[in-house]
């Protein structure tokens, strides 16, 4: 028997209660050992970033969660943005989370005119010590747009 149960991540608690709930109903008990699949979105453009560097981000997350997670073939012609996650009910929690950790991140803000100038030596020495990504373009007003690699 296949059970669905969907949720917003804002009720989380209560979706993993309403997931252990419904297998004491039908079983009589909760075993440890029941394996879950969590479907979750990842944007196409996203994916290989995600994954990372020969997938290192991805071995490194289904290691530590004892789960298995499964993308989308890039190569197909109908690219989608679902993933699943399969393992042990607080393992896919565990590794969607992680998984969410591993996203680009970019913050933008505007820099006063009369602000010093930022020379390109002190932005690379930056971005090389942080591991970011920061560009600078005058549109109007100047601003700084910073991104986790």
């Known amino acids: 028997?296949?059970?669905?149960?969907r949720s917003s991540m804002r009720f989380l608690d209560g979706l993993k209660l309403a997931v252990?709930?419904?297998?004491?109903?039908?079983?009589?008990?909760?075993?440890?050992?029941?394996?879950?699949?969590?479907f979750a979105d990842i944007a196409v453009q996203h994916q290989r970033t995600v994954m990372g560097i020969d997938g290192g981000n991805l071995q490194d997350i289904m290691h530590e969660t004892c789960t298995s997670?499964?993308?989308?073939?890039?190569?197909s012609r109908y690219r989608s943005s679902q993933i699943s996650?399969?393992?042990?009910?607080?393992?896919?929690?565990?590794?969607?989370?992680?998984?969410?950790?591993?996203?680009?991140?970019?913050?933008?803000f505007d820099v006063i005119d009369e602000s010093e100038q930022l020379t390109s030596g002190y932005l690379g020495e930056l971005m090389q010590s942080l591991d970011i990504y920061i560009s600078m373009k005058p549109k109007g007003k100047n601003y700084i747009q910073v991104m986790r690699k």
């Open 85 to 108: 996650i399969i393992g042990g009910l607080e393992n896919v929690f565990d590794a969607r989370q992680r998984i969410m950790g591993c996203l680009p991140v970019a913050i933008l």
């Open 69 to 75: 997670i499964h993308f989308p073939d890039p190569h």
């Open 1 to 5: 028997m296949m059970v669905s149960i």
């Open 20 to 38: 252990v709930k419904v297998i004491e109903y039908i079983t009589g008990d909760y075993p440890p050992i029941t394996e879950v699949t969590l």
